[in-house]
């Protein structure tokens, strides 16, 4: 039985509870940019490659048109300097119209033929860049909503405090 008066322990759940409210606050706040982060190196490994790669002619086999930007690729084969046939997909922007049979420019790595990009074709790095913008602007925002409505109810409080209406 306890006491009317005595003194409970509840600030242990809402400590806890505001501790991982902030680790998921911070780890969410981080996300965005963290895609950016891996975007951007991609991005400019697929751009170093370009400009440093063998150049191959290839052609595109398959060509997957759909609505859904992510979803919509190329698989073009390609011949290395080896006399291997390689296999490399690329993402394509809707304003591209690629057509299957039509030859495309490949660049490989030659050490590695199995790292290729296509030429004139978007880098998986540009996908994750504006997914961690998108990211970035929606939860930045909200915490500046929220970081603001706090100080205002803080504000407001310390005003009422201190005798002020």
Known sequence: ???????????????????????VTVLVLCLGPVLIGVGTHLINADEELVRTGERAAGTIVEFNDVTKAS????????RSADGLVHVTR????????????EEV??????PD???????????????LRGVGTILTLIFGGIAVFVTIGSL??????????????
């Open 1 to 23: 039985m306890t006491l009317p008066n005595a003194p409970l322990n509840r600030k242990s759940k809402p400590v806890l509870s505001r501790l991982v409210n902030l680790v």
């Open 71 to 78: 979803n919509r690729k190329i698989t073009v084969e390609f």
């Open 90 to 101: 690329a993402a394509v922007d809707h304003d591209q119209h690629p057509v299957v049979g």
């Open 105 to 110: 420019t490949v660049v490989y790595r030659a």
């Open 113 to 127: 033929p199995g790292e290729a990009r296509v030429v004139g074709f978007e880098s998986d790095g540009v996908f």
């Open 152 to 165: 205002r109810r803080a504000w407001r409080d310390r005003r009422k405090r201190i005798g002020h209406t």
